[in-house]
């Protein structure tokens, strides 16, 4: 029975994605690649057909591609229905109906859901509608910061230091732009990467110029008579004045709408299994809801199983491509999702990349290369096992650590390797900072064990 | 029974024309020592791959030797050290930093990109050089002159000198090649030819240094960005790897090239009306007909479990790379040349940091004396098949290759 | 013509910025920075890049159907080999 249910799905059943962005578009792609020929809907919140992001913070603001022409190549026709420019609102499992903002409702057989995050805004509401005060997520985010950059403001003010708000930072100094970063830990990427990699990352920002200040929060927005930003307040009651503020506190998970659904969907994401499957709200999966992308957590082999949020673009391509198998296939057939974390950022002409979970390291070695020259392997170790590694600009050797990674290859790293130096030989702690504060740079968060773990509380659906 | 080795069969010359059957068989053992102390030999492509980017692996010439190696490049055996592709980071990364400044991106993005006027000139001057022939040998009459030409200019090495510079860069290139090396004589010989085309360079280094002008020696003797300045010794080790990479082994690739396309008539008349193609086809022979056959001159700096193998700390290791490029368990139907397959992700240039630095330069040669030949050459056939090769097993490929044709177009 | 890198499988080779140094440019060493939307006189020379990635880690929009476009962008060359080929 299940067999023909699959059979059916695949010839004439109607699968419906949220989420119109790169794992939307690849989940797309993958379902009509494996042969799915029924009906697929694509609901989007924003105007707009899938695009890139990663070139908003870099590219674009650097004047040499436009935020409206970032639109991701298709791999192949996906003759998909399109609701762009609706948010979804509502989900109803036993109705198998999603509720748009137009009021419009969408039956599915199958969902895949890839809302993914958005950006966390300034808290203080009346202080984030100053003019001046911006985010950087979307490409209307990323239209309106050029403008303001090329429009040569006497000086930027980035909050949070993460891997965005340090992108940011290295464009405006490109371009001549005075910036300062405020960061409340005690560098930049200090969530990502730890405290030895983000001295680095410090160097590299104030020897280009930047005006650091860490261990400091904004207090306060400052506005003019005629509702423009001119002034930001810091904790140790210092004052810079700047005439545009980018705000880069990280995201928030897009689940408010499941709200309610049952699912078990929270603040943290979307609770799957390996296989892509969304857990409801009691921790018990669903057959016909898939989750991929930045909205999704699941648990991982390599890394004890935990549950893991993945903001990584390489995670949003490879979970939609299985979800996608896993939603159209038999039950044997099924794949488990994974993917090796990896992630980029590139800053005042460095490029950073790395492998694994390198806020689960509690020590790091240098094993090639030199911390001093900005070129180096760090290496991440967690219960005596390698957990992940960073490069700067040492990226022709990283996969040789994904493998290390994937066989859980003991930390310390003892063996030999090229271009190791005194400083490489004893590992150091990574120093991350204490995982219930929060940072404004993480990339993967470590939600816990299981999706009763999160203390969900559940609202009775309101239809 | 004494047969010969597997690895001597195929540095032996006897098969030189067509060594793919014994790579075949190489892949049955993809971690294979024949001899005690002998170097292991890697054949599959994904363990080469690997290899490629381990940092347990050395190319420092000093390992090598202290492994036990001959005198290949030892400083004090030759006057003139290794060049950056037989050296280890963090020097390898300064030197070939520094020599990308003049050559490449950020520093330099449209050097290669501005001489496609100037290449394509140049082949439309060597093929009209063919005058009324009905019959020539492409690499004496093409393949050759046409990478030596670009590789002087580019340098600034003047053209004319190639009969001088000829003389040492063959015996430089026959030191590179596993029969001979193991002679001690041709090695004195290899890097007292070595030496000497170290000293020619420096009569025009110091030239370029009081005058300079544009071309990349210039730039190197003058360099002066973020990495500093390289010495004169560094220039001089820079400028004899640039020069003899930039034609030993692009000679190889058109010649591979039009070899295979001349055995792949479909391919030709494709070519023929489509320019384009090119671009494909000299992917696919990168991956079919490596000019760089093999990397041999890797050392492991610990030991290493590849397959449940443990290559010791110390041993040499020779990555097959041609093997690798037909593995079929990284490629479709891998014998078949093909142009159109989707995946070509060839080991045609290596791999990590030590990958071809003159791959994109390569490229654009071949792609250009490929179309060209097929555009211009009438009905051309070879009238040998397998045509006479060169010695070396490393960088193989056809001595001569006649190939006959009616006319020019 | 959209296009996207994977710049996780990015090693920094550069010949894409060799070959196309119009859409991508190295930004120091051994970062990338590029224009996902080439306009279309790059086309030829995006799919060069394309081709010699060594990471195969470029994905390209409308390269695909050269044929008819290739033969309007560069109608001369193709126009006279058209002609020998039809004269033989």
């Known amino acids: ?463 | 029974m004494t047969q010969a080795s597997l690895f001597r069969r195929i540095t032996d010359f006897a098969n030189r024309a067509d060594p793919y059957p014994l790579y075949e068989e190489l892949r049955k053992t993809p971690v294979l020592c024949e001899e005690e102390g002998g170097p292991y030999v890697i054949s599959s492509y994904w363990d080469i791959e690997a290899l490629l980017h381990d940092p347990r692996i050395s190319s420092d010439a000093a390992n090598l030797a202290a492994a036990g190696d001959d005198a290949l490049s030892g400083p004090e055996a030759t006057g003139l050290p290794p060049s950056f592709i037989r050296l280890d980071p963090p020097e390898h990364d300064r030197l070939r930093r520094i020599a990308n400044s003049s050559f490449g991106p950020p520093h330099r993005p449209r050097r290669i990109e501005n001489m496609r006027g100037e290449l394509g000139e140049i082949v439309t001057g060597l093929i009209d050089g063919f005058g009324d022939a009905r019959q020539i040998d492409l690499v004496d009459q093409f393949a050759y002159p046409f990478p030596v030409t670009v590789i002087c200019r580019l340098l600034g090495v003047p053209r004319e000198d190639e009969p001088r510079f000829r003389a040492w860069v063959d015996p430089i290139v026959a030191g590179l090649d596993p029969d001979t090396r193991t002679s001690a004589e041709s090695e004195r010989t290899a890097q007292e030819a070595r030496l000497q085309l170290g000293m020619y360079l420096n009569g025009l280094v110091e030239q370029r240094a009081k005058e300079p002008r544009d071309d990349m020696l210039s730039d190197l003797v003058n360099s002066h960005g973020p990495d500093g300045a390289m010495t004169t010794m560094e220039v001089l080790t820079t400028a004899v790897l640039l020069l003899i990479a930039g034609h030993e082994t692009t000679v190889n690739l058109i010649t591979n090239g039009m070899l295979t396309l001349l055995r792949h008539p479909e391919v030709l008349e494709r070519l023929r009306n489509d320019p384009g193609l090119s671009v494909r086809i000299v992917e696919e022979l990168l991956r079919y007909e490596p000019p760089v056959q093999i990397v041999p001159q890797r050392t492991c700096i610990a030991d290493i479990e590849l397959r449940g193998v443990t290559i010791p700390k110390g041993s040499h290791i020779w990555l097959m790379l041609a093997a690798g490029n037909r593995d079929p368990e990284r490629f479709k139907d891998p014998e078949r040349f093909d142009p159109d397959r989707e995946d070509i992700q060839h080991l045609g240039f290596g791999s990590g940091i030590h990958s071809c630095f003159g791959a994109p330069l390569a490229r654009v040669e071949a792609q250009i004396a490929l179309s060209e030949l097929a555009r211009r050459l009438e009905d051309p056939r070879l009238v040998e098949d397998p045509p006479p090769y060169r010695q070396n097993a490393v960088l193989r490929g056809p001595r001569h290759l006649n190939i006959a044709f009616e006319g020019l177009r | 013509m959209r296009l996207v890198v994977d710049l996780n499988k990015c090693q920094g080779y550069a010949q894409c910025a060799f070959l196309a140094p119009d859409v991508f440019a190295m930004h120091g060493d051994e970062a990338l920075i590029y224009n996902p939307h080439a306009p279309e006189e790059q086309r030829e020379r995006l799919a060069r890049a394309v081709a010699a990635c060594p990471v195969q880690a470029i994905t390209a929009d409308g390269l695909d159907d050269r044929g008819d476009k290739r033969d309007t962008g560069n109608a001369g060359a193709t126009g006279d080999v058209q002609e020998a080929s039809d004269g033989r």
């Open chain 1, 1 to 463: 029975m299940v067999a023909d249910y699959v059979d059916w799905l695949r010839r004439e059943g109607r699968i419906v994605i949220v989420g119109a962005s790169l794992a939307g578009l690849r989940a797309a792609e993958t379902l009509r690649a494996e042969g799915f020929a029924g009906e697929l809907t694509l609901i989007g919140d924003e105007p707009y057909e899938p695009y890139d992001r990663p070139p908003l913070s870099k590219s674009v603001l650097l004047g040499k591609a436009s935020p409206h022409r970032t639109e991701l190549p298709h791999r192949r026709e996906i003759d998909a229905k399109w609701r762009l420019g609706v948010p979804a609102t509502g989900l109803d499992l036993s109705a198998k109906r999603v509720r748009l903002a137009d009021g419009d409702e969408v039956e599915y057989d199958r969902l895949l859901i890839a809302t993914g995050v958005r950006a966390r805004p300034w808290p203080k509401e009346e202080e984030a509608r100053l003019d001046g005060v911006c985010l950087l997520r979307t490409r209307d985010d990323a239209a309106d910061l050029y403008q303001r950059l090329k429009a040569g403001p006497r000086r930027v003010f980035v909050i949070g230091a993460g891997f965005a708000g340090s992108e940011v930072a290295s464009a405006c100094r490109e371009t001549g732009i005075p910036v300062t970063v405020a960061e409340r830990a005690g560098a930049p990427l200090v969530g990502a990467l730890g405290g030895v990699i983000g001295a680095v990352a410090a160097d590299l920002q104030t020897e280009n110029g930047v005006d650091l200040r860490t261990g400091v929060t904004v207090t306060s927005l400052e506005g003019d008579s005629v509702g423009r930003v001119r002034a930001v307040h810091l904790s140790d009651e210092s004052v810079v004045e700047a005439d545009v503020v980018v705000v880069s506190l990280g995201s928030v998970r897009n689940t408010d709408w499941l709200a309610g659904s049952g699912l078990g969907a929270g603040p943290r994401g979307i609770a799957c299994d390996a296989g892509c499957r969304a857990f409801d709200f009691r921790g018990i999966v669903t057959d016909d809801v898939f989750v991929a992308g930045d909205v999704a957590r699941s648990p991982h082999a390599l890394f004890g199983y935990q549950f893991l949020s993945l903001e990584h673009w390489g995670n949003a391509v490879a979970q939609a491509e299985t979800a996608a198998h896993n939603m159209i296939c038999h039950g044997a057939d099924r794949r488990p999702h994974l993917w090796m974390p990896a992630f980029w950022s590139s800053m005042f002409g460095v490029n950073i990349k790395s492998v694994g979970v390198p806020s689960m390291g509690d020590q790091l070695m240098i094993t090639q290369g030199s911390l001093a020259e900005r070129r180096f392997v760090g290496v991440y170790g967690h219960q005596g096992r390698v957990i992940a590694a960073v490069t700067f600009d040492n990226t022709r050797w990283l996969e040789f650590y994904a493998r290390q990674i994937e066989r859980g290859a003991p930390f310390p790293v003892e063996y030999p390797t090229v271009d190791r130096r005194p400083e490489g030989r004893q590992p150091v702690a990574a120093d991350f900072p204490d995982p219930s504060l929060p940072t404004h740079g993480p990339t993967v968060t470590l939600s816990g064990y299981s999706p009763a773990d999160q203390q969900l509380v559940f609202h009775p659906a309101r239809h």
